[in-house]
């Protein structure tokens, strides 16, 4: 069935390197797929909506700076974590509707630790 | 999107059927209601959702009470892989569009042996 992959699964990079993480849709095509964060023990919380073609849309509080999204086609968005620190360290994952398939498909998330 | 209320944590035995909670009170006329989990170090997983009637399928069934102001998440014949962080979501829709998906706390349901 229709599944979102994401690349890495993990990363461990020293602080100030920039660090991108891939979503891909397989087997549909999506214009628009969401970036999430997680905290341990905490819930996912939106950073962004990625939308094909044009700009992403960033939720209140979230660096648009710091965090590179680009859309380039329709099943390939990228998150690039800029000069990353410690505290950028979390669980990062992409999520893509299928509109003509069944559900709203997540990534297997990224676990960004920045040491 | 309607807030959400669910217990944080909940156990269940194993071959038992879990019953997860969900109040939904300020629930809108055109809010479906959305059940994903999310298992340790994974991306959340969709499950079940429905808008008044109950719905069943080969994960779950979900019961949505006349009022619509609650609904429990049935897994008939829990399993140790059925541990997981169970969130409910209300949001406009019943389709899967382009509308972001904003998650709460959940319950935390584990399956003890």
């Known amino acids: 069935g229709a599944v979102v992959s994401q690349h890495p699964s993990w990363v461990i990079c020293k602080s100030g390197t920039s660090v991108k993480i891939e979503c891909r849709s397989l087997?549909?095509?999506?214009?628009?797929m969401f970036w999430y964060r997680q905290f341990p023990k905490q819930s996912l919380m939106l950073m962004a909506t990625?939308?094909?073609?044009?700009?992403?849309?960033?939720e209140q509080g979230v660096e648009k700076d710091k965090f590179l999204i680009n859309h380039a086609s329709l099943t390939l968005s990228t998150l690039t974590v800029t000069s990353a620190h410690p505290e950028d360290s979390s669980f990062y994952i992409c999520?893509?509707?299928?509109?003509?398939?069944?559900?709203?498909?997540f990534g297997d998330g990224t676990r960004l630790s920045i040491l | 999107d309607a807030k959400t209320t669910q217990p944080p944590s909940m156990d269940c035995a194993e071959g038992r059927a879990a019953n997860l909670p969900c109040n939904h009170s300020?629930?809108?006329?055109?809010?479906?209601v959305y059940w994903y989990r999310q298992i340790h170090s994974q991306g959340p997983q969709y499950i079940i959702h429905g808008l008044k009637n109950n719905e069943t399928n080969e994960m779950a069934s979900l019961i949505i009470t006349e009022d619509r102001k609650s609904s429990t998440l049935i897994l008939p014949h829990a399993t140790l892989r059925d541990t997981a962080v169970y969130y409910c979501i209300v949001r406009v829709g019943s389709n899967f569009g382009n509308e972001k998906l904003t998650f709460g706390t959940g319950t935390r349901l584990t399956i003890i042996p």
């Open positions: 999520s893509a509707p299928d509109l003509h398939g069944q559900g709203r498909h």
């Open positions: 300020t629930i809108s006329g055109n809010e479906y």
């Open positions: 087997d549909f095509q999506a214009t628009t």
């Open positions: 990625s939308n094909e073609g044009s700009k992403a849309t960033y």
